[in-house]
């Protein structure tokens, strides 16, 4: 087997880890305490099912739509935590990376999912580019520079 074909398989279980350990990190937060903050409690837990829920779908294939979904959960998650230590998120903030160990973990693996989103979108464009037909050499270089007898 070729590294092309093996990367491919490499990265969706990877990328389909990274997105569970963040729905792992976000339902232990909920379960721990986060279940009773008002709205933000429950979206935990929708960020948390859908993380699982995209994870999986991840293992049996990624067509470009699950890829984007993939990258829409981590770019939410990194969205809300950033939300939360700046402007707030319906009245809740959080300051630094409390609570520790769960917040740096779950920027990582965010980061992680993205990471390897975007190595796998280069490997598929690198792919593609390499099986185009070379482009026909242009107009000026077929033609004859000089004028024909008379």
Avoid: C
């Avoid at 990624?62 to 979904?69: D, G, H, I, T, Y």
């Avoid at 319906?90 to 993205?114: K, N, V, W, Y």
């Avoid at 990471?115 to 000026?140: D, E, H």
């Amino acid at each position: 087997m070729t590294l092309e074909r093996l990367l491919d398989p490499a990265l969706r279980v990877a990328t389909a880890g990274t997105l569970a350990a963040s729905g792992y990190i976000h339902a232990r937060l909920y379960a721990d305490g986060y279940r009773f903050i008002h709205i933000v409690g429950p979206l935990f837990l929708v960020q948390a099912s859908v993380s699982f829920a995209v994870a999986a779908l991840l293992l049996i294939g990624m067509p470009p739509l699950l890829s984007v979904a993939a990258g829409g959960v981590a770019l939410g998650a990194l969205g809300g935590f950033a939300a939360s230590r700046t402007v707030g998120v319906f009245g809740f903030t959080e300051h630094g990376l409390q609570p520790a160990p769960q917040a740096l973990l779950s920027l990582l693996a965010e980061a992680g999912t993205l990471l390897l989103l975007a190595v796998r979108q280069a490997s598929v464009t690198r792919r593609r580019r390499a099986a185009r037909p070379p482009l026909r050499p242009p107009v000026w270089d077929r033609v004859t520079l000089h004028t024909p007898p008379k």
